[in-house]
């Protein structure tokens, strides 16, 4: 038995179960990539989401400490090739294989830190938040996607990040009560939760709309063992947007709206229709 390939591949394992237990959206367009991405993209979500984790959710700990030495972990991980956290072990893997920009890991990390300390947010705070919790994730599975072609990579560089950027403005509305509740985080610049109005949210869907317009382009362009799932993922997420767009602001700010089990899966085999007959 090859005992080095057991442990990567139940390190691997271990992130796939950390996405299926985190994510019904986006395990559901995992499952539909072709085979050899899966497992990328499964080490990536296991990392960005136990991140995300320690500034959202281990309250009564040191989060500051926890953090750093996630980030210490990261980089040990990374420059060995080897860690005993079998969530890190995973995500060396990959950034090895694919050839992951240190510094999109660098200003993910920041993002993260900038969660420990700020509650409200102007305009360029906004802006490198974004970047680095949504666009940068989104480049990092594009590194996978693209295999090595960085022309192919360059090409669809722009409108990935419009996804990860459409993606996690909508998050931020779907969780605005949670967010303001628990954590005092307002994400939206000029926004006040304790008056949000029609006007806000309506300034904030039309941002939003022109981000998936652009990302839907670069959708149609991946290359096919990818295209479907991050499709899919769109198709999610339109479908949420278009249940937030025609809420009241006060209804946004007062349940988290979501898409029913039974919606996602009428939307997979609608796109799945869709990417047959190559009607994306």
Known sequence: MNHLKLFDTTCNECSRLITKRYS???????????????????????FVRFADEIVDTFHGHDKRDLLSRFRHDTYKAIEEKISLNPVLHAFQSVVHAYNIELDLIDAFLKSMEMDLDKNMYDAAGYDEYIYGSAEVVGLMCLRVFTEGNDAEYQNLKEPARKLGSAFQKINFLRDLKSDFDERGRVYFPGVDFTNFDHTQKKMIEDDIALDFNAALVGIKKLPEGSRFGVYLAYKYYTQLFAKIKNAPAQRVAEVRIRVSDKRKMYLLFSSAIRHQFNAL
Request: hydrophobic share 40%; no cysteine; proline share 4%.
């Open 24 to 46: 019904t959206s986006f395990s559901l367009g995992i499952r539909v990539f072709d085979k050899r991405f899966r497992m990328p993209i499964y080490g990536i979500y296991g």
